[in-house]
């Protein structure tokens, strides 16, 4: 039995319209690659049902879901099944046999990565593609989560690319398909703006949206984040189970500290360059081992600059059940620290153009990691407040205030016992932003005036008695 045809098929037309070219040989052997969510079943299920391949292959058309199958002989036996055989020990020879004598037909492998990741099953699987490509009346098309192909196999050229986010105006389509457009289009934009434009978590929230409203999504949202769209019984109704068997894919679980990065880049919206991978002295010592087994499995990307990234989907979900460790965390805020301090010690001089670039490449990262530590009792919390007081300086050379950061930092200014930490954040705040953005001016001036007697620095005195 065939699986339906998608009911909405917005963004994919481009890969249809490759795959379809495809077909145009004989045989064709086509790989679709991609991130859990990215629509790879939808666009096999469209390819199936298309009036070309109808015509070409009629009644001959396999469409093998292989979440099951953990090895050879289990995949076997799930295309002996669509192909009306009786079960059996070992179909193997069987189906190549049956396909071999058979009309022209199109076989489609549904997720065959379970069957093939494994280090045990991973040679045999690879060997029967090999077998089944040997076949000439057959077409083979498999979809598999990440962005590498099963070797062995002479796959059709040009190779299909890894599947990508829709575009915004595709992604829009879809929504709007599901829950109509009676919604405000501005809360239609921020609900896109939670599923960075993967297939599946538009489907999921267009579908939740169209019960409860953009409003009333967007407040659950804040509150209970990817659970909002995960209650579904399998990967295809359910994000956060779609990411967590990407997780446990074999080529992730092999690299264990894989995992440690991807909880990084969950709070890292700016991704992390090379240079930072390396900087950072992360304690991971297979780190670009890490990057390349994210990358594998389309865990993350490379962005256009070649930054390593989370989807926002993926990012939330590393947020809510495997956030990263202060112990993870460390290194990078080492890294910034020192990166802070060197764009505030050569400030005005030509060298800085450099810091600059790369503070503005981690913006929203560094305000993340500073945030991080901004907690009563955290060992690195007048760490904190010193980076803190150097982003400030750098948030006004580029025109910015963060605002967050600072009133964070002044809430926490009475859980600390070291008052030169507390009085050198007063000053250059006062120095960086003046008394007008600040509350209760007065009273935080008092309160340095109180922390300076302890201190016997004429030097800090000094600058407090300037900047106020």
Same mark, same amino acid.
């Given at each position: 039995?065939?699986?339906?045809?998608?009911k909405?098929?917005? +963004?994919?037309?481009?890969?249809?319209a490759?795959? =379809?070219?495809?077909?145009?040989?004989?045989?064709?052997?086509?790989?679709?690659? +991609?991130?859990?969510? !990215?629509?790879?079943?939808?666009?096999?299920?469209? @390819?199936?049902?298309?009036?070309?391949?109808?015509?070409? %292959?009629?009644?001959?058309?396999? /469409? @093998?879901?292989?979440?099951?199958?953990?090895?050879?002989?289990?995949?076997? +036996?799930l295309?002996?099944?669509?192909?009306? !055989?009786k079960?059996g020990?070992?179909?193997?020879?069987?189906?190549?046999?049956?396909?071999?004598? +058979?009309?022209?037909? =199109?076989?489609?492998?549904?997720?065959?990565?379970?069957?093939?990741?494994?280090?045990?099953?991973?040679?045999?699987?690879?060997? /029967?593609?090999?077998?089944?490509? #040997?076949?000439?009346?057959?077409? =083979?098309m498999?979809t598999?989560?990440?962005?590498?192909?099963?070797?062995?196999?002479?796959?059709?050229?040009?190779?299909?690319?890894?599947?990508?986010p829709?575009?915004?105006?595709?992604?829009?389509?879809? /929504?709007?398909?599901?829950?109509?457009?009676?919604?405000?289009?501005?809360e239609?934009?921020?609900?896109?703006?939670?599923? $960075?434009?993967?297939?599946?978590?538009?489907?999921?929230?267009?579908?939740?949206? $169209?019960?409860?409203?953009?409003?009333?999504? =967007?407040?659950?949202?804040?509150?209970?984040?990817?659970?909002v769209?995960?209650?579904?019984y399998d990967?295809?109704?359910?994000?956060?189970?779609?990411?967590?068997?990407?997780?446990?894919?074999?080529?992730?679980?092999?690299?264990?500290?894989?995992?440690?990065?991807?909880?990084l880049?969950?709070?890292?919206?700016?991704?992390?360059?090379?240079?930072?991978?390396?900087?950072?002295?992360?304690?991971?010592?297979?780190?670009? #081992?890490?990057?390349?087994?994210?990358?594998?499995t389309?865990?993350? %990307?490379?962005?256009?600059?070649?930054r390593?990234?989370a989807?926002?989907? *993926?990012?939330?979900? !590393?947020?809510?059940?495997?956030?990263?460790?202060?112990?993870?965390?460390?290194?990078? /805020?080492?890294?910034?620290?020192?990166?802070?301090?060197a764009?505030?010690a050569?400030?005005?001089?030509?060298?800085?153009?450099? %810091?600059?670039?790369?503070?503005?490449?981690?913006?929203?990262? *560094?305000?993340?990691? *500073?945030?991080?530590?901004?907690?009563?009792?955290?060992?690195?919390?007048a760490?904190?407040?010193?980076?803190?007081?150097?982003?400030?300086?750098?948030?006004?050379? *580029?025109?910015?205030?963060?605002?967050?950061?600072v009133?964070? @930092?002044l809430?926490?200014?009475?859980?600390?016992?070291?008052?030169?930490?507390?009085?050198?954040?007063?000053?250059?705040?006062?120095?960086g932003?003046?008394?007008?953005?600040?509350?209760?001016?007065?009273?935080?001036?008092?309160?340095?005036?109180e922390?300076?007697?302890?201190?016997?620095d004429?030097?800090?005195?000094?600058?407090?008695?300037?900047?106020?």
């Amino acid at each position: 039995m065939l699986p339906a045809e998608p009911k909405i098929f917005h +963004g994919r037309e481009s890969e249809l319209a490759d795959i =379809l070219k495809h077909f145009e040989q004989s045989t064709p052997r086509i790989a679709i690659l +991609g991130a859990g969510g !990215m629509g790879k079943t939808s666009l096999a299920q469209a @390819v199936i049902h298309h009036e070309e391949i109808v015509i070409k %292959y009629q009644g001959n058309r396999l /469409f @093998v879901a292989c979440d099951t199958a953990a090895s050879k002989v289990e995949l076997a +036996g799930l295309i002996g099944a669509h192909l009306g !055989m009786k079960p059996g020990n070992d179909l193997t020879q069987a189906v190549l046999y049956r396909l071999s004598v +058979g009309s022209p037909t =199109l076989l489609i492998l549904d997720n065959l990565e379970t069957a093939w990741e494994p280090v045990e099953s991973h040679k045999e699987v690879e060997e /029967f593609l090999s077998r089944l490509t #040997d076949i000439a009346s057959l077409a =083979l098309m498999i979809t598999m989560r990440g962005a590498e192909r099963p070797s062995k196999v002479q796959w059709t050229r040009p190779f299909l690319p890894s599947l990508e986010p829709l575009s915004q105006e595709a992604a829009r389509k879809v /929504f709007i398909a599901i829950a109509e457009d009676r919604h405000p289009m501005e809360e239609i934009n921020q609900v896109l703006s939670l599923t $960075d434009n993967m297939p599946l978590s538009i489907n999921l929230l267009a579908h939740a949206v $169209d019960v409860e409203g953009t409003t009333a999504i =967007l407040s659950r949202w804040q509150r209970e984040h990817t659970s909002v769209i995960s209650e579904g019984y399998d990967q295809r109704s359910n994000l956060e189970m779609s990411i967590s068997l990407s997780l446990e894919s074999p080529r992730i679980t092999s690299t264990p500290h894989s995992q440690e990065l991807l909880s990084l880049l969950s709070i890292l919206p700016d991704g992390l360059s090379d240079v930072e991978l390396k900087q950072s002295k992360f304690t991971m010592q297979d780190i670009f #081992d890490c990057k390349r087994a994210l990358l594998r499995t389309a865990l993350a %990307y490379l962005d256009d600059h070649k930054r390593l990234k989370a989807l926002v989907p *993926i990012r939330e979900y !590393m947020a809510k059940f495997r956030p990263p460790t202060d112990e993870m965390i460390g290194p990078l /805020f080492k890294h910034f620290q020192e990166l802070l301090q060197a764009y505030v010690a050569d400030s005005g001089k030509q060298s800085s153009a450099l %810091y600059v670039e790369r503070l503005n490449s981690n913006y929203t990262n *560094i305000s993340n990691i *500073i945030q991080n530590g901004l907690h009563p009792g955290h060992p690195n919390l007048a760490d904190s407040f010193s980076c803190t007081s150097h982003f400030i300086r750098f948030d006004s050379a *580029i025109g910015k205030y963060a605002a967050p950061l600072v009133n964070k @930092v002044l809430a926490l200014l009475p859980h600390s016992d070291d008052h030169r930490a507390k009085a050198s954040f007063t000053v250059r705040v006062f120095g960086g932003l003046g008394t007008h953005s600040i509350p209760h001016p007065e009273t935080l001036i008092a309160q340095t005036l109180e922390w300076l007697k302890t201190l016997d620095d004429p030097d800090l005195e000094g600058m407090f008695a300037v900047s106020v």
